[in-house]
Nanobody, 122 residues
């Protein structure tokens, strides 16, 4: 069973920094990408940043230039360094991992962490 274990959320003042970590374990398939999404109550879950196994990154416009995603492939761990935090960054942040199994067809498997709360006070 795949597990994604997140850590690093908390309360910070506007302008401050936090670092989120997410470690994936339990899959026997090839990891395609890992990333972070966030969700406010009553809103849709939205992409924050993703990173593929070769290292290509993608950021939401709202965090580009402030957040940095990175990963340690040996440890199947992804990090999100969040700087210059704003109150509008307040949300539950979810780790996401996408795995792939290639035989005669390609099947993909997506997993989510339990979420970690990030609160930015003004």
């Amino acid at each position: 069973q795949v597990q994604l274990v997140e850590s690093g959320g908390g309360l910070v003042q506007a302008g401050g920094s936090l670092r989120l970590s997410c470690a994936a374990s339990g899959s026997i398939f090839t990891m395609v990408s890992m990333g972070w999404y966030r969700q406010d109550p009553g809103k849709k879950r939205e992409l924050v940043a993703t990173i593929t196994t070769p290292g290509s990154t993608n950021y939401a416009n709202s965090v580009n230039g402030r957040f940095t995603i990175s990963r340690d492939n040996d440890k199947n761990t992804v990090y999100l360094q969040m700087n210059s935090l704003k109150p509008e960054d307040t949300a539950v942040y979810y780790c996401n991992a996408l795995f792939e199994r290639v035989t005669t067809t390609v099947r993909r498997y997506e997993y989510w962490g339990q979420g970690t709360q990030v609160t930015v006070s003004s």
